[in-house]
């Protein structure tokens, strides 16, 4: 699942193709926000973390996975 996570006063956001799902995600950013971390973290299909303060949180957008596309032909 694509993830974007806007950050407070960076120019580019964040963009992740996460291995959690989005209830997962939905549960750990909630729990982020009611001051139970101060952090909110994904991890990537490579296995990378990436982790964001709670306070430099700007906003968060989930997107169903969109498979690529290979060829030609009605969209």
Do not use: C, Q
């Not at 006063?9 to 750990?28: K, Q």
């Not at 296995?47 to 060829?71: D, N, T």
Request: proline content about 4%; cysteine-free.
């Amino acid at each position: 699942m694509e993830v974007r996570i806007g950050v407070v006063d960076a120019n580019r956001e964040l963009s992740i193709d996460a291995t959690e799902s989005p209830d997962d995600i939905r549960t750990s950013l909630e729990a982020a926000l009611a001051g139970d971390s101060s952090v909110f973290e994904l991890h990537d299909e490579h296995g990378r973390s990436v982790m964001v303060p709670v306070e430099k949180l700007a906003y968060v957008e989930m997107a169903g996975a969109s498979g690529r596309r290979v060829g030609f032909g009605p969209g």
